[in-house]
């Protein structure tokens, strides 16, 4: 079965540059959630999106921005990238209007190093 | 204050061996509880998935057990497999936020050796 595709699988970058992480749901979610890994730490939630509209607001800093597009997938933007930044940031998708459990399926994630 | 905890924090077991693993949450109100487990570095799988009205839900060797009265909930491992060591998550789902924003635990980390 299809599973949540994201992309990339690594990225490094240097502090004040910009990145850009891709989240292709799984076919037929209408919903994607973005969460913010750090090491040792449990995934923060950031943001969602339903039908392409934002949904609910996370802990997201104003540097970063995310939408979804027109075939559902999802792109987190980040700008002025800090050290801080560095971590695992997982998509996550989910059919909200049948799923009795709304069950969220994870991604692989996308490692950032900001060096 | 984290509104889900779990213990113990890691935990190191023989292969074949059981174990279980604990879950206490004040998320309230509550829609359903999960049981992820996660590889390092790799994005959290789900295992198990429960409402308030399920009591014990199963997947293959892993048990999971519900009590929404005193908010707990435990993660059985059974035949322990060296390709169980991997953190295991709590994760609880609010009701009536509509999006579904989980409350995760901090994990256990379960390292299974021969």
């Known amino acids: 079965a299809a599973g949540v595709i994201q992309s990339p699988r690594h990225l490094i970058k240097e502090k004040r540059e910009t990145a850009t992480l891709k989240c292709y749901p799984i076919?037929?979610?209408?919903?994607v959630y973005w969460y913010q890994q750090g090491p040792g730490q449990d995934p923060q939630f950031l943001i969602s999106?339903?039908?392409?509209?934002?949904?609910d607001k996370g802990s997201i800093p104003d540097r970063f921005s995310a939408q979804q597009f027109s075939d559902y997938h999802s792109e987190l933007n980040m700008s002025s990238l800090e050290l801080g930044d560095s971590a695992l940031y997982f998509c996550?998708?989910?059919?909200?209007?049948?799923?009795?459990?709304?069950?969220?399926?994870f991604g692989p994630g996308t490692r950032l190093t900001v060096l | 204050k984290n509104q889900v905890e779990q213990s113990p924090q890691s935990l190191i077991i023989l292969e074949g061996k059981n174990c279980t693993l604990q879950?206490?949450?004040?998320?309230?109100?509550?829609?359903?509880l999960r049981w992820y487990k996660q590889d390092t570095g790799r994005g959290p799988v789900s295992l198990t998935i429960?409402?308030?009205?399920?009591n014990t839900k199963s997947n293959g060797r892993y048990t999971a057990t519900l009590d929404a009265d005193t908010k707990q909930s435990s993660l059985h491992i059974t035949a322990s497999q060296l390709s169980d060591s991997a953190s295991y998550i709590c994760?609880?789902?609010?009701?009536?936020?509509?999006?579904?924003?989980?409350?995760f635990g901090a994990g256990t980390q379960v390292v299974v050796t021969p």
């Open positions: 429960m409402t308030f009205s399920e």
């Open positions: 999106f339903y039908e392409k509209m934002q949904s």
């Open positions: 879950c206490n949450y004040t998320v309230s109100p509550f829609s359903n």
């Open positions: 996550a998708s989910s059919l909200s209007r049948t799923s009795q459990y709304n069950e969220q399926f």
């Open positions: 994760v609880v789902s609010p009701r009536l936020q509509a999006w579904g924003k989980l409350q």
């Open positions: 076919p037929r979610h209408d919903t």
